[in-house]
């Protein structure tokens, strides 16, 4: 009991030291215990102390079984490591025991969730060669795999292959493919003919049905189906909820996502991360910066920490209001803290600098980057060209542009324009049009912004081409 309790805390080397401890007065965990261990382990990525605990129930004469090894098996498929999966589910006739439908569907339920499709289904038809009975789970991982990615046929085919009868799951997984295209109309059909055949909708279907008519802006129909789940005496879930403050944000009603928040509350739910930051999100782009600061403190209160998308949201709402400066302290404040913010964060307060054409301060961040060997992106190096480009600091722009093709970064198609863009507002066309050597060296194919930054570039620098004439700006 003593031990099964350290293992539900989270406290499992606890645990295992005072197994050692029991061992030496000859007792020994059940072995339901022991399985619990091993599983906390396997949770937590300590594969090899999982597997020397292994070989010390061996000792304790407890004999290996397949639900044993498919607690390793679904280990090494949580790591991607499918070849380390696959070898234990072949050696597995080696110890004497014989994989069954339930460490085969663990293999192909991680398969489709890593959209290896062709290998999962391939390993379906193995399993009927090995003389083993597909059931409607490994089936059902197959289909929501294919729905995933978007093969409805392909899916709909398996299901007549194998002859399995469709169950709650198979629906589910073909009408949350159809919301998340905003495909309503084929959603709506799949859920009366669910209905129709005597299978009752869960919260995720209702769910994903309010997800996609949020999808396509039916907020109204969105909350028929909420009316639905409570009046079937349903209970939604905080996503049920977190979908329509979505929906609500997005659409600039703030007041009501904020209500629905509050309605979750009083439900009994308890919001959690996504819900949090999707509503500071909504209150941050509307300009609500102490509502959106007042979630802040409201997460922390109920024990949630920060995430990075919080702290990011939180910043760049300051940046698009001007307050920079209080973006940047926050910022030192989460540094000071030992939090790591993460690329977008540092975009967002150097981009926000930039605008206010304080450079020095931008090209601090840019450094402090390169000490916390965070790489600068394309696109945050994109925002401190165009400051630069903007205040007609054109040798600042090219020297970070050389130092970010120095550090490994390629330019894209925005940068090269923004470029392009500030030297010829300057009437430099030469520069510019280096620029576009440069571009055309790496295959990127110039479009319209870059063409009319060209066109008035010549018209300042009172320079003309013919385009009769073989010439370095022919290859455009």
Request: with cysteine.
């Amino acid at each position: 009991m003593l031990l099964d309790c350290y293992v539900k805390e989270n406290l499992s080397n606890v645990a295992l030291n005072l197994t050692f401890q029991l061992k030496q007065l000859n007792i020994f965990p059940s072995i339901g215990v022991c399985n619990s261990l091993l599983r906390s382990f396997l949770r937590s990525e300590q594969i090899d102390l999982a597997w020397n605990f292994l070989e010390e129930m061996q000792s304790q004469q407890f004999a290996l079984n397949v639900s044993i090894i498919t607690l390793f098996i679904h280990s090494y498929c949580i790591k991607g490591d499918f070849q380390g999966g696959w070898k234990l589910l072949m050696r597995m006739q080696q110890h004497g025991i014989s994989a069954d439908v339930v460490a085969y569907t663990t293999f192909i339920d991680s398969l489709c969730k890593m959209s290896l499709l062709k290998e999962a289904v391939s390993l379906m038809f193995k399993m009927i060669q090995f003389g083993i009975s597909l059931d409607s789970v490994s089936v059902s991982s197959v289909i929501d795999g294919l729905c995933k990615v978007g093969k409805i046929d392909k899916a709909v085919s398996i299901l007549e292959i194998f002859n399995i009868p469709p169950n709650i799951y198979v629906y589910n997984s073909f009408i949350s493919k159809f919301c998340a295209d905003g495909n309503m109309a084929a959603a709506f059909n799949i859920f009366h003919e669910m209905s129709e055949l005597g299978f009752c909708a869960d919260c995720f279907t209702y769910t994903a049905m309010m997800s996609g008519y949020c999808k396509i802006k039916e907020i109204d129909m969105a909350c028929c189906f909420l009316g639905k789940i409570i009046k079937r005496g349903i209970e939604p879930s905080v996503t049920t909820y977190t979908t329509l403050v979505d929906c609500y944000c997005k659409s600039g009603e703030v007041d009501k996502a904020e209500y629905m928040f509050h309605k979750m509350i009083s439900e009994g739910l308890v919001p959690d991360l996504v819900a949090y930051n999707t509503l500071m999100n909504g209150f941050g782009k509307h300009g609500c910066l102490h509502k959106a600061f007042g979630l802040l403190d409201m997460m922390k209160s109920a024990g949630l920490s920060p995430d990075n998308i919080t702290y990011n949201t939180l910043i760049h709402s300051l940046m698009v209001r001007g307050f920079v400066t209080e973006a940047k302290d926050l910022l030192d404040e989460l540094i000071r803290r030992g939090f790591s913010p993460d690329i977008v964060t540092f975009t967002s307060v150097a981009g926000g600098f930039t605008k206010k054409g304080n450079f020095k301060e931008a090209f601090l961040i840019w450094l402090y980057m390169n000490e916390q060997n965070i790489k600068p992106d394309v696109v945050m190096c994109n925002a401190l060209v165009n400051g630069y480009c903007q205040a007609h600091r054109l040798e600042e722009a090219n020297a970070l542009y050389k130092e970010m093709v120095n550090v490994g970064l390629v330019p894209d198609l925005i940068l090269y324009n923004t470029l392009i863009q500030g030297f010829c507002r300057a009437g430099d066309i030469d520069g510019a049009c280096s620029f576009v050597d440069s571009m055309v060296k790496q295959s990127i194919v110039p479009n319209d912004v870059t063409y009319k930054a060209l066109v008035l570039g010549y018209k300042l620098s009172h320079r003309t081409i013919r385009v009769d004439v073989p010439c370095r700006y022919n290859k455009l």
